[in-house]
């Protein structure tokens, strides 16, 4: 990949997945560093740790699926459960939704944009991405950003893998 940004094919690199420690290991031998970090990042899945090691070695977060779209399923005992959960059911988006006068998206997007991440929803409805797209044509109240991360106790993932070789990737 660095060889692709030497020769002026691409202009940087990113990763996808990486948790803090493959960042580690790649910074630890990189000459290039990349410079985004492609994860599920939404108020389900607060991923401080990485968020912090990201600013610190300024890696932008780009988050798949920010607003949380499909069953979220957890492993246990090779069961496999799944919940129903969904963000535009939560009472506190429901409520900033109202303070603001915005969607229930423009919400959630707007909260990812405030933490410095990059949210990427995916539609293929004109009127939804024209509605994305200004959803940081607001800001709201510090406290109310800080309710939306009221969540990261859950640490719902959606885009769940089965641990390769016995090695959960996103550990």
């Known amino acids: 990949m660095e060889k692709i940004v030497t020769e002026g094919k691409t202009k940087s690199i990113g ?76 009472d506190i988006i429901k409520e900033l939704a109202k303070k603001y006068n915005r969607t229930l998206g423009k919400i959630i997007l707007n909260w990812h944009v405030h933490l410095g991440v990059i949210p990427i929803p995916g539609t293929s409805n004109p009127n939804r991405m024209k509605e994305n797209l200004n959803s940081i044509e607001f800001i709201m109240d510090e406290d109310d950003y800080n309710k939306l991360c009221c969540f990261e106790d859950k640490q719902y993932r959606f885009c769940d893998s089965l641990p390769l070789f016995g090695i959960d990737i996103f550990a």
């Not at 607060?46 to 499909?70: S, T």
């Open 15 to 90: 990763v996808s997945n990486y948790n803090v420690q493959n960042l580690i290991s790649v910074l630890s031998i990189c000459t290039i560093k990349p410079v985004v970090n492609e994860v599920e990042f939404h108020p389900y899945l607060y991923q401080k740790d990485l968020k912090h090691f990201c600013d610190k070695e300024n890696i932008k977060i780009i988050a798949y699926n920010p607003l949380v779209k499909g069953p979220y399923c957890k492993r246990s005992d090779d069961i496999i459960k799944k919940k129903k959960l969904d963000l535009f059911n939560e």
